[in-house]
């Protein structure tokens, strides 16, 4: 939402009829992109952008350019701005962000005509006196390290955008009476522990952001910004709104998640116009029933908080679209929710609820029904009338059966089950047509012969999580389910995998196949069964006899990711250079892997680009990486690399993306 009000304002800003100097720029205007270019056509010149040209000096000879209205310099190295500057008297617009600027001169308050100057994301620690840019409509200083606002901007009676973020100001000692046209302010990434008073003097203000600063009270004086529309203040300490908030009536959003909010004051329900409500991370134990007069509302996020209910009167917000209520202590839900008639997602993870009131089924236009951790015991029959479904999910609850209306959601894609108690899912599970993704892991009280049956109806179903079930054999009716990509095996231990493997060779589609915790000491030869797989995850399993493992995974011809994450490996066998697709491995947490041998073995994949070696104490490389030649992306997280140690690395392997993190 911030993003897009900031492009229509500055495009309102540049295109403007008011702009005190728009029209000396011709419409057919050409924007030259080198100097000499523009050299050859100095007369004709008012647009310049030499930006990311890895520049470290600033080109005097765009001093030569007279007519130069818009100077775009910005993602060079240029280190100083030369005074001669000042003889661009047409200049317009300067941007000089993202460069290693430490100062700039003070000449620059000789270009007269500046409506827009763009210093951002350079390490300048003051500004020189720039009283004379009368005409400035925009100014960004953000990401810079300004501990001191320079009061004269409190007289730019054009200025419309203000951009000081990311900089070390603890206070503001100007007076802004001069800035009748300010609407947008952002001071977020700051120091302030006080809102300075100065803003409070802002007709025009529409939005402010003062995110990440130390702010622990927000002053009553909030209610003179009547025109404000947008209040940022995430990411501080504050306690309490106060009431005069309810002055806002043109508030459109109030951003402020990450601080110490316990209530919200009743005024908040005179925000008529109040679109948007983000106080995720919080500690709001209870919504004021005035907040049931926010009729305009659209969005609410009110995740991880320590909320117990809800009033009945949340039940008249009927413009909500969307609503995050995950990680509360909700006990139950209001009678009347239903009548949030244009909802679409409903998220109700981790909270404390044992039942939903049966007018839930009437969220017609609900597409999203989170449920997971909570402590259903069952599921109301009108669930079923939500005809607009496509994601229900309800892991971790304490369901024993379903509704057998369940068959009703014809437009569910996802359907979450894991960690229940079900004994059995209704056999027209398979007019579920739209079905994509089921997840039934640790649910091992399951006859999964009935339930392949059932699933080998629904034409779309591609992936399938059966995790934790106990399984000993596949039944040979998951044949049935014929376009399934992928499937999830891990934690079933005492699986037969031999004859798993041949229910599965029937399945052309079948791409991804994942045996991660299975305590494995080998894969059987049997796997060469499933010509078609593409990845396959093989984590935790530190039993491994490593040979066997690698002999048989090279009977994957269409294989090109493989995930050996925590398996105690030694070394890698040469036998892998059989997988000639094979693109990506992943090698996490295998602290005892030789890495010279294992490297000469993995330098016969003549397709490998991206390997993992996270987490395995490493310090160094061993030279022999270099031959592999076709590796773009090394993965290094959370290893014993030196500074020295990674610059090293970096040098050796140019041409590799590398990540230390």
């Known amino acids: 939402m911030k993003k897009i009000q900031y492009i229509i304002i500055i495009a309102f800003l540049f295109f403007a009829a008011n702009s005190a100097f728009a029209q000396d ?11 000499e270019d523009a050299l050859a056509n100095s007369s004709e010149v008012y647009i310049l952008n030499l930006s990311n040209k890895n520049l470290s000096t600033f080109p005097m000879e765009i001093l030569e350019l007279k007519k ?18 000042e ?50 409509e925009r100014l960004d200083c953000s990401k810079n390290n300004i501990s001191v606002f320079p009061s004269y901007i409190g007289a730019y009676e054009f200025l419309k955008d203000l951009d000081f973020s990311k900089n070390k100001l603890k206070e503001i000692n100007a007076n802004f009476a001069g800035l009748l046209n300010l609407k947008i302010l952002y001071l977020n990434g700051n120091e302030f522990s006080t809102i300075p008073q100065a803003i409070f003097s802002l007709p025009k203000l529409e939005i402010l952001d003062l995110n990440s600063n130390k702010l622990t009270e927000i002053p009553e004086t909030i209610g003179n910004l009547t025109n404000l ?85 949340f039940s008249k917000l009927k413009w909500l679209v969307e609503v995050d209520l995950h990680n509360n202590k909700l006990q139950y839900l209001p009678e009347k929710i239903g009548n949030l008639e244009k909802l679409q997602t409903l998220n109700l993870q981790n909270n404390e609820l044992d039942s939903l009131p049966v007018s839930i089924g009437k969220l017609l236009q609900l597409k999203r029904l989170l449920l997971d951790d909570n402590n259903l015991t069952a599921i109301p029959t009108q669930l079923c009338n939500l005809q607009a479904l496509e994601q229900l999910m309800l892991s971790n609850n304490n369901l024993k059966v379903l509704p057998v209306e369940i068959y009703k959601l014809k437009k569910v894609e996802s359907l979450g089950l894991e960690n229940n108690n079900l004994d059995t899912i209704p056999k027209n599970i398979g ?53 399934l990509q992928s499937i999830q095996l891990s934690q079933n231990y005492d699986l037969q995998l031999v004859s798993a493997f041949q229910s599965l060779a029937t399945l052309g589609s079948l791409a991804t196949l994942n045996l991660d915790d299975m305590r494995l000491v080998t894969v059987p030869q049997e796997i060469a069964l499933l010509k078609k797989v593409e990845k396959i995850s093989l984590n935790n399993n530190p039993q491994f006899q490593q040979e066997a493992v690698f002999t048989n995974l090279a009977q994957l011809p269409q294989l090109f990711f493989i995930s050996l994450n925590n398996n105690e490996l030694t070394e890698i066998h040469t036998s892998i250079s059989k997988l000639l697709l094979l693109q990506n491995i992943s090698l996490v947490n295998n602290p005892n ?69």
């Open 593 to 661: 892997l030789n890495l010279k041998n294992s490297f000469e073995a993995l330098s016969g994949v003549k397709n490998l680009t991206i390997i993992n070696l996270g987490n395995n104490k490493l310090t160094t490389l061993p030279e022999n990486i270099s031959k592999l030649s076709k590796l773009r992306t090394l993965l290094l997280g959370e290893n014993n690399f030196s500074d020295n140690d990674q610059k090293s690395i970096q040098q050796k392997l140019p041409n590799i993306s590398i990540y230390f993190y």
């Open 68 to 85: 130069l209205a818009v100077l775009d310099l910005s993602r060079n190295n240029i280190t100083q701005i030369p005074a001669e500057i």
């Open 431 to 483: 007019e579920m047509i739209a079905l994509q993704n089921l997840n039934v892991s640790g649910n091992p009280n399951l006859n999964f012969t009935e339930l392949f049956q059932a699933l080998s109806k629904i034409q779309n179903l591609h992936n399938i999580n059966l995790t934790n079930n106990k399984l000993t054999t596949l039944p040979k009716e998951i044949s049935g389910i014929k376009n």
């Open 25 to 35: 720029i011709p419409a057919n205007a050409v924007e030259y992109r080198s100097i």
């Open 87 to 136: 003889k661009l008297k047409n200049l317009q617009e300067l941007t000089l962000s993202d460069n290693q600027l430490t100062a700039i001169p003070a000449e620059l308050n000789n270009l007269k005509k500046l409506v827009i100057l763009t210093l951002s994301n350079n390490n300048i620690a003051q500004l020189p006196l720039l009283d004379k840019l009368k005409y400035l």
């Open 229 to 313: 529309k947008s209040l940022y203040l995430w990411g501080n300490q504050i306690t309490k709104l106060p009431p005069s908030i309810g002055k806002l009536q043109k508030l459109e959003g109030i951003y402020m998640w990450r601080n110490l909010l316990t209530t919200l004051p009743p005024e908040i329900g005179f925000l008529e116009n109040l679109t948007e409500i983000s106080l995720v991370n919080n500690n709001i134990e209870s919504l004021p029933v005035e907040f049931g007069n926010l009729l305009s509302l659209r969005f609410l996020f009110l995740s991880d908080n320590n909320l117990q209910k809800l009033p009945e009167e």
